[in-house]
């Protein structure tokens, strides 16, 4: 019976999401990075262009004639220009008392000698950076304090951040599929050795316990050897059972054969019929213990054999003769003839012991339910495959169960008076399953069974 399988997620799709998932927080990550610092060197950029102007305007001022002059150098603003023609404003202060400029351009406060202060601020709603720097003017009679403060919008710092983001914003979604491309590769990768083992385990037959020797990464390790350990308890498992079986069954035979011939010698002194009747039930029950102990001894046989075949080039023409031979006079003490029909060379390649189990097996079958005067006609043939089909005239296979008798122990409804086990057929489905071939049952248009073998 097959558990049912509780499925939680695919190994794959998380390992893909994971990676995916990490690749688009390191894009992100990226250009968030990247933008700032590409605004903070963009910012220092404008900054050094700034402090210049206004070191360049604090240089010319002068105390001439006990007054303050100050003589613009060209340099001071043509050096702000941009492609963006950002506007520039500027104020000049002595001390407290405005000189020259935008009398409501914001002021910071700054020492004489101290280094320049840069600040963003919003100007006529119109956000600005601005830098101010203060010198200390000393003349014959006059000492005095010069505050000059140079700023400039941001249209064009702003735009270079637009194409810097744009271009980051690109490199950063090929880098997001670049990495989900190897994302999928590396996760079919990864799960290959995994897909390619369980595909190696699935090809198994039912009786291929073999260990795994697949070479497999590290991780998969403890499974594969985990694995080979349960096939090996098993393996142990089952050809413990076989031997059991294969010893009882042999266990059996020999003092049931004992019985039966004490029965049959019984039976020839016994003169009352009911004594006798007694005696002939008892003689068939030890033969249908005998032939189900022989045929589970086969059964057991087979089973073992199945996984470690000992194929040889063979002409089936000449087993199933042999065994025609075998078992004729068999044949004809129920009057029964055999007949052999077909090529004379049918070549495969086969276990012998095998094959011949499974042929003596069906043409048995074909003996208990052929009718007396009877003739089981058995035909090989090479085209289009190798086949061995036996024929007899009896009843033939219940229809409505015609699929159910090659389980173990089934038996059709016609077989209540017939000694037997169930498990010949059996027995001949397992070695046509061995040679990677088929056993069909079918019903002749005439009456009779028709069993086919073919590799």
């Known amino acids: 019976m097959t558990e049912t399988v509780h499925i939680r997620g695919s190994l794959r799709n998380q390992l893909a999401i994971t990676l995916v998932g990490g690749a688009a927080l390191l894009a992100v990550l990226i250009f968030i990075i990247v933008r700032s610092y590409a605004a903070q060197i963009a910012q220092q950029g404008q900054d050094d262009i700034l402090g210049a102007s206004v070191t360049s305007i604090l240089d010319a001022a002068v105390i001439r004639n006990g007054a303050i002059e100050i003589d613009f150098p060209y340099a001071s603003f043509s050096m702000l220009n941009t492609e963006s023609d950002d506007r520039v404003f500027y104020a000049i202060y002595q001390d407290d008392k405005l000189l020259s400029g935008y009398p409501n351009l914001p002021r910071a406060s700054v020492s004489a000698g101290m280094e320049s202060d840069f600040r963003t601020e919003l100007f006529d709603a119109t956000a600005i950076r601005l830098a101010t720097a203060s010198r200390v ?57 995994l897909r390619r083992l369980t595909n190696s385990v699935t090809r198994r037959g039912p009786q291929d316990l073999s260990p795994v020797v697949r070479h497999v990464p590290a991780e998969m390790a403890p499974l594969v050897s985990s694995l080979n350990n349960l096939m090996a308890r098993l393996d142990q498992s089952l050809k413990q059972s076989e031997d059991f079986i294969a010893e009882a069954a042999h266990r059996v035979r020999t003092p049931l054969a004992t019985v039966r011939s004490h029965a049959e010698a019984t039976l020839h002194r016994v003169e009352r019929e009911d004594n006798r009747k007694a005696l002939r039930a008892m003689m068939r029950a030890i033969d249908e213990s005998s032939r189900a102990a022989g045929q589970l001894l086969d059964h057991a046989m087979i089973t073992f054999r199945a996984d470690h075949l000992e194929l040889h080039k063979l002409n089936l023409v000449d087993v199933v003769s042999d065994l025609v031979t075998r078992l004729s006079p068999i044949a004809e003490m129920k009057h029964i003839e055999l007949h052999l029909h077909g090529d004379m060379s049918v070549v495969v390649y086969g276990d012998p012991i095998l094959l011949q189990n499974a042929f003596r097996n069906i043409i048995d079958n074909a003996l208990k339910y052929a009718p007396s005067e009877s003739g089981i006609n058995i035909f090989v ?5 190798p086949t061995v089909e036996i024929q007899d005239q009896g009843t033939g296979f219940p229809p409505n169960k015609m699929s159910e008798l090659v389980a173990r122990f089934s038996r059709g409804e016609n077989a209540k008076d017939t000694i037997g086990s169930g498990l010949g057929l059996t027995i001949a489905q397992d070695v046509a399953t061995a040679h990677k071939g088929t056993l069909t049952l079918s019903n002749l248009q005439r009456s009779g069974a028709c069993v086919t073998f073919s590799f």
């Open 381 to 385: 043939h090479a085209k289009p495959r």
């Open 137 to 193: 003017l000393i003349g014959a009679k006059l000492r005095t304090n010069i505050t000059v403060s140079v700023a400039q919008t941001q249209d064009a710092l702003s735009g270079t951040l637009n194409r810097i983001s744009r271009n980051v914003g690109l490199f950063g979604t090929g880098f997001f599929l670049l990495t989900t491309l190897l994302s999928v590769w590396v996760t079919s990768t990864t799960i290959t050795p």
